[in-house]
């Protein structure tokens, strides 16, 4: 999240203000009553604060999330929990009437695997694909496995690698200021 608001701070010329913006943050999480601080609510509250930051006046403008939030479309506890004044000046956005309007689309869970992908795609990766999109997951599977990043900055892990390849010893013992460490080969 703290990445995110760097580069939307950045973007603006204003990467200066982030310790201000996380300040903000804080304020907006209160305001939208303390929601868990997870995808993608977290990215609705950092967004919120960068541009009241970026704007100069809180709540000038509002991300189309802020106004689902408060109109309860990502919970039906938002609009309750929320600060009334902030609900209230949020939804007075003229944007705000088109997302009072909109229904979500209630899809069978065979049409959304039909939507997103079809049989073959694993739950997870449908949930993905739902939430992220198609975009993000297929740069994902492009991306391939995630790798492994071994450096002289992790000796222990560089030695324990070199000592299971060794074929002339079954047993390593270390010892060190009441600490002990025992790594043994067990035989086929």
């Given at each position: 999240?703290?990445?995110?608001?760097?580069?939307?701070l950045?973007?603006?010329?204003?990467?200066?203000?982030?310790?201000?913006?996380?300040?903000?943050?804080?304020?907006?999480r209160?305001?939208?009553?303390?929601?868990?601080m997870v995808?993608?609510?977290?990215?609705?509250?950092?967004?919120?604060?960068?541009i009241?930051?970026i704007?100069?006046e809180?709540?000038k403008?509002v991300?189309?999330?802020?106004?689902?939030?408060?109109?309860?479309?990502?919970?039906?506890e938002?609009?309750?929990?929320?600060?009334v004044?902030?609900k209230?000046?949020?939804?007075?956005?003229?944007r705000?009437?088109?997302?009072?309007?909109?229904t979500?689309?209630?899809?069978?869970?065979e049409?959304?695997?039909?939507?997103?992908?079809?049989?073959?795609?694993s739950?997870?990766?449908?949930?993905?694909?739902?939430?992220?999109?198609e975009?993000?997951?297929?740069?994902m599977?492009?991306?391939?496995?995630?790798?492994e990043y071994?450096?002289?900055?992790?000796?222990?892990?560089?030695?324990?690698g070199?000592?299971?390849?060794?074929?002339?010893c079954?047993?390593?013992?270390?010892?060190?200021?009441?600490?002990?460490?025992?790594?043994?080969?067990?035989?086929?």
């Amino acid at each position: 999240m703290i990445s995110n608001l760097r580069h939307q701070l950045r973007t603006m010329g204003m990467e200066d203000r982030l310790q201000e913006t996380l300040d903000e943050a804080g304020r907006v999480r209160a305001e939208f009553g303390y929601p868990i601080m997870v995808t993608p609510l977290a990215q609705f509250v950092g967004s919120q604060a960068a541009i009241n930051v970026i704007t100069g006046e809180r709540y000038k403008e509002v991300t189309d999330q802020s106004i689902q939030y408060a109109l309860g479309h990502w919970g039906k506890e938002a609009p309750e929990v929320m600060d009334v004044d902030i609900k209230d000046k949020i939804l007075s956005h003229p944007r705000a009437k088109d997302w009072a309007k909109w229904t979500p689309p209630d899809l069978s869970l065979e049409q959304v695997r039909e939507k997103f992908g079809g049989p073959g795609v694993s739950d997870e990766e449908l949930v993905l694909r739902v939430i992220a999109g198609e975009t993000a997951v297929k740069a994902m599977l492009a991306a391939g496995a995630p790798k492994e990043y071994l450096s002289a900055r992790q000796p222990l892990v560089h030695l324990i690698g070199e000592l299971a390849q060794r074929q002339d010893c079954r047993q390593v013992f270390l010892q060190k200021n009441g600490f002990m460490l025992r790594i043994e080969k067990k035989t086929a």
